[in-house]
């Protein structure tokens, strides 16, 4: 859906978003062209040299935690996108179909899936060798389905909907066509807030190394030297421990105001 298409409030979230990860994107491209090549001395303390000091390879603590942000985030975009596809796919079929065999077929499963906290549920699905991408769209369509029966669903009987469906449509493109544009500021605020627990999940999961090698800049396998070196060396996983707390926040906030704001506009 184009952005000069949505309601207002949901091109905000969209527009700023997308600034936060192009700005993100083009500091993380500048610094591995500088900072992240230099090597300086193992666990050099923030100075003038490193502006945030150096980790126990002695990369700068900023470049990698920048770099890191960038792929734990586009990650976490890559999964909340699959989710996002399928759980609104899934949502039009089920409100198209509703208390039909095959909603009824979709909720059980998505009952049984959440019935799982996410972390269990992430390291049963990598137990079984599923890439981490792909286990949390497996995880985090749930929520999605739900907002987007829920909300799609309200719109069925509106006189739009009815109208397309006189005029041949199926009750599918009824609903993709008209039922869904005016549902996406109510999705999109619960996209945020799920987009939020899917970060603090992957991050979980990159922490207990399932993910990338150590070596490799994540956000979760930059804040395990929180074990590894403790308080005296803070300034090598705060940064990130920092990042990931402010992201989840504002993922959050931004979603809850998109929900309150759909239930405004519903009164």
Avoid at 124 to 145: Q, T
């Amino acid at each position: 859906m184009a952005i000069a298409a949505m309601k207002p409030p949901t091109a905000y979230a969209v527009g700023l978003l997308s600034a936060v990860l192009l700005a993100a994107a083009a500091m993380t491209a500048l610094l591995s062209l500088t900072d992240v090549a230099m090597s300086g001395r193992p666990l050099d303390a923030p100075g003038a040299s490193y502006l945030l000091g150096t980790d126990r390879l002695g990369r700068s603590v900023l470049a990698t935690t920048a770099i890191g942000s960038l792929r734990s985030l586009a990650w976490a975009t890559l999964a909340l996108s699959g989710a996002a596809v399928i759980g609104v796919f899934l949502g039009l079929v089920s409100v198209a179909n509703l208390r039909a065999p095959v909603d009824d077929a979709i909720q059980i499963l998505a009952d049984a899936i959440r019935s799982f906290p996410s972390i269990v549920a992430a390291l049963l699905f990598v137990s079984v060798s599923v890439p981490l991408p792909i286990l949390l769209v497996l995880y985090f369509w749930v929520p999605v389905w739900r907002v987007s029966r829920a909300q799609v669903g309200a719109q069925r009987f509106r006189p739009y909907i009815l109208n397309a469906i006189l005029f041949g449509h199926s009750r599918f493109s009824a609903l993709r066509d008209h039922g869904l544009p005016n549902a996406s500021t109510g999705i999109l605020g619960v996209l945020f807030v799920v987009y939020a627990e899917l970060i603090s999940v992957q991050i979980g999961l990159e922490f207990l190394g399932f993910s990338e090698p150590l070596s490799t800049p994540t956000l979760g396998n930059i804040i395990t030297d929180a074990i590894r070196l403790g308080i005296p060396y803070a300034w090598t996983w705060a940064p990130a421990a920092v990042v990931t707390i402010l992201a989840s926040i504002l993922l959050f906030v931004i979603g809850q105001y998109l929900i309150r704001r759909e239930g405004q506009m519903l009164e």
